[in-house]
Each structure stands twice: as C-alpha cells, then as structure tokens.
C-alpha cells in the first residue's frame, strides 16, 4: 500500500501561483508514475499531469500545458504540480495519485492505483 497526502493548496487571485505537493509513504518502492488529477463541482475528475517517475518524463493536459509544471523528489517521495497564471476555471479538488505499474493510457484516473484525499484550489477573479 502506498499513502498519498496532499498539501499546499488554498485561495489564490487570478494570475497568482500555488504550489502543491504530495507526500508518498509506505511501499513506495513500487511506483510506476505519480500524477494530479482534478475535479470541479459537477464535473468529472480529469487529468492534469503525469511524471514517470524512473524517467522523470512528464505529459500534461492541454489546458494547463506551459502554467503548470510536474516534478518529483526521489529522495523525498514526494511530487510537486507548481501551478502558474492560474484561472478560475483552474478552481478545483486536486489528487495526487500514483500507479504501481503501466496499466493504460495516462489521463484516465481508472489506471491508477493510490489517491490523495484531494484539496482545495480556489482561484478568485
């Protein structure tokens, strides 16, 4: 098992910058790649970011390609999304989440096998 805890999130105006990071403990030994998902009120959860963790190779959603960055600390266990230019649409729960292994394609959260209780970002216009 494989314990995820997010941190770092809360209120930010529009155009401002959050960091988030996301904790790892447990059997981290076995960990194919971690990521952010998020889900907006009456919306489905969707894909955010991926970072393969051997490789440090990262994908990202189109609609925060080039605000938003991934990186991982492999010393700390631990995954940060910094988070750029932010928009209100970008006002979500955020999950980390992490795979054990490559189970199919990056972006649907059904291929992941730990998750985060999630936390708020709320960015204000």
């Known amino acids: 098992q494989v314990q995820l805890v997010e941190s770092g999130g809360g209120l930010v105006q529009a155009g401002g910058s959050l960091r988030l990071s996301c904790a790892a403990s447990?059997?981290?030994?076995?960990?194919?790649?971690m990521g952010w998902f998020r889900q907006a009120p009456g919306k489905e959860r969707e894909f955010v970011a991926r970072i393969n963790w051997s490789t440090g190779s990262a994908v990202y959603a189109d609609s925060i390609k080039g605000r938003f960055t991934i990186s991982g600390d492999n010393a700390k266990n631990t995954v940060y999304l910094q988070m750029s230019s932010l928009k209100p649409d970008d006002t979500a729960v955020y999950y980390c989440?992490?795979?054990?292994?490559?189970?199919?394609?990056?972006?649907?959260?059904?291929?992941?096998?730990?998750w985060g209780q999630g936390i708020q970002v709320t960015v204000s216009s």
């Open positions: 447990g059997h981290t030994n076995s960990r194919y790649a």
């Open positions: 989440t992490a795979a054990a292994r490559y189970l199919g394609p990056y972006y649907y959260p059904g291929n992941y096998d730990y």
